[in-house]
């Protein structure tokens, strides 16, 4: 435990002898501790030793004395290392001072022939563990200079004798092997310890980047110099639906929608070339267990160069997460957004339908009713003060009327609308409607025409409803035909339901407009100048009013033939809204009636 414990101080006083620059990098401080290690333990010795060699040979000679110092010249080194951590800066000058110390005693104790020649082997040797080319090419340098002016003096002569005994040489010789056979086992040592470490930190760094590859949700990849894939994360399996092995190579890239690769190799291209981080948003084929057919999901990759941009290899580390909830939450707010601008449009355009419909009766109100304010200064006969209050009495009919489906539209767009179910003849109302109708299509000179089977039982629902529906139905058949055209209303039984319709020979609706129709305020082809009177709510009080009777609106026109409007409403509207009547069919349709003949390039309102 003593040991242990004196072990433990000695490592602790190490650690804290390493420039604070070399601890972030666990192999950069390990070979700084064992520089610092190899340069103190023969200073220490040497300081150990002197004592007891100056009491048992004296004073030292030259030679000894220039041992000692070189002994000594270490530590100061190691502590240059401790305090500046330029580590390169520090091999250099050992590698200097250990080829200047066995240079200079070579020179004093025999030249190429010196007992302590073995030590200039272990120069490069020690340059190793720098991990630096540089400082291994200038100690190689340095021993090949002191070899070769060794050499050249010895042959000139000019080395001195050396002044020591055989036993003495043959004592120096085996001091100076024993020594750098144990230096150079030092730093074997040394370079397995760097060597471990550097294995045990790579190996804990793969494990960790390994866990947490395997753990991360997002989808990791690594991309080779071409941009293919090297390695993939086990989330290919939740983001593409296939295993990582699948997208190795040009799998991942084979799987980018067809319109989405260029964004998605550039991205890859940028951070590889600049060393930068790029990002780019594309579509992935999944591939689903459950179907046959891939899906395309939108992903986000983010790219990160893995090596500096100086790098031979330039691969890429990416991370692909996907984002197709935030792209359909965009799509819906974009939705929204288009929504509310069509709302605003109709809004505008509801306004300026509004307005001119209402100044119309009312200036015919304002002036009429001024006109019978003076009857006695105009001196108008009777005749003339009935006409101007039929005038005055239609002028606010119209505008009753006007108000009456504003107000209803409003009620059904908030779910206020509240509908009366009562048993009534269905065919009988038709009828009343039509002949309310058939003066304004005598004046147009329109043929109002009528198919109602006999088979139509009473129905159950608001009839008051059912009347509204009928009149604008006609309303807007009779308004947008031409004098010489036709009008027909057809009323037929299909099972638990009932086919109300309206066709007529008039302009038609263009098939860009037929999507919108049974918006509020919308009028196809409408302008602020348009040749047909109207605020847009008729079409749309008619669908609201079938959908709160449990039915649907379909609409089939070709422009310059004429326009279908069909009703498919529950014989039971209460029944219905109980989730009890067979559901016809949209695709029954029923063929048009003579003699309106419409072609059907129709679709359902709904």
């Not at 272990?122 to 090949?144: F, I, N, Q, W």
Request: proline share 5%; glycine share 8%.
């Amino acid at each position: 435990m003593r040991q242990n414990a004196l072990v433990g101080s000695v490592r602790s006083y190490l650690d804290g002898l390493v420039h604070p620059a070399a601890t972030v990098d666990p192999i950069v401080f390990i070979r700084h501790r064992a520089f610092i290690a190899t340069r103190l333990m023969p200073g220490l010795m040497a300081f150990s030793a002197l004592p007891l060699y100056l009491a048992l040979q004296g004073v030292p000679g030259p030679l000894e004395a220039i041992t000692f110092g070189w002994l000594l010249l270490p530590i100061a080194i190691a502590f240059y290392l401790s305090r500046t951590g330029r580590y390169e800066t520090a091999h250099l000058f050992s590698a200097a001072a250990l080829t200047g110390i066995v240079a200079l005693v070579a020179a004093l104790s025999g030249g190429t022939s010196s007992f302590v020649i073995i030590w200039f082997a272990l120069v490069p040797a020690e340059a190793v563990l720098s991990g630096s080319r540089r400082v291994v090419a200038a100690s190689g340098a340095m021993v090949l200079g002191a070899v070769a002016v060794i050499g050249f003096a010895g042959l000139w002569n000019l080395l001195p004798d050396p002044r020591i005994s055989p036993l003495g040489a043959g004592v120096a010789a085996f001091v100076s092997v024993a020594s750098a056979v144990i230096y150079a086992l030092g730093l074997a040592l040394s370079a397995a310890i760097v060597s471990r470490t550097g294995e045990e930190v790579q190996s804990v760094g793969e494990r960790r980047y390994r866990l947490l590859a395997e753990h991360m949700t997002d989808l990791i990849t690594r991309h080779g110099r071409s941009g293919a894939v090297t390695f993939a994360s086990p989330a290919a399996e939740r983001v593409a639906g296939v295993p990582p092995f699948a997208l190795h190579g040009q799998g991942l890239f084979d799987r980018v929608h067809i319109a989405d690769r260029p964004a998605y190799l550039n991205a890859l291209s940028l951070a590889s070339a600049r060393g930068t981080a790029t990002s780019a948003e594309f579509r992935l084929r999944r591939e689903r267990a459950e179907t046959s057919e891939p899906t395309f999901v939108w992903v986000e990759m983010r790219c990160h160069p893995l090596s500096g941009p100086v790098s031979e290899d330039h691969q890429v580390v990416s991370v692909l997460r996907d984002v197709s909830e935030r792209k359909s939450h965009e799509a819906a707010v974009d939705a929204a957004r288009t929504e509310a601008d069509r709302a605003n449009e109709a809004r505008g355009r509801f306004l300026a339908n509004v307005s001119h419909e209402l100044r119309t009766p009312l200036n015919a109100i304002n002036g009429f009713s001024e006109m019978l304010m003076h009857e006695e200064a105009m001196r108008l006969d009777q005749a003339r003060r009935k006409e101007y209050a039929t005038l005055i009495r239609d002028s606010g009919e119209h505008l009753l009327n006007l108000v009456n489906s504003i107000l209803d539209m409003s009620k059904i767009e908030s779910g206020n609308f509240e509908i009366t179910a009562e048993p009534f003849d269905l065919a009988q109302l038709m009828s009343q409607c039509i002949q309310m109708m058939q003066l304004k299509a005598d004046e147009g000179g329109i043929k109002l025409l009528t198919d109602l089977a006999d088979n139509v039982p009473e129905v159950i629902g608001d009839k008051r409803s059912y009347r509204q529906i009928v009149l604008n139905l006609l309303s807007n058949a009779i308004k947008f035909t031409k004098s010489g055209g036709s009008v027909q209303a057809s009323l037929r039984r299909e099972g638990a339901w009932i086919s109300l319709s309206v066709a007529d020979t008039g302009i038609g609706i263009a098939a860009a407009d037929l999507p919108r129709l049974g918006s509020p305020f919308f009028q196809a082809r409408a302008t602020y100048d348009r040749q047909y009177e109207g605020t847009g709510l008729g079409l749309s009080v008619v669908k609201g009013l079938a959908e709160l009777h449990g039915g649907c609106l379909e609409v089939a026109s070709v422009v310059g033939q004429g326009t279908r409007v069909t009703l498919r409403m529950p014989m039971d509207c209460e029944a219905a809204a109980r989730n009890v009547v067979e559901r016809l069919p949209l695709a029954a349709k029923p063929a048009p009636a003579a003699p309106v003949s419409v072609k059907q390039e129709g679709r359902k309102i709904a």
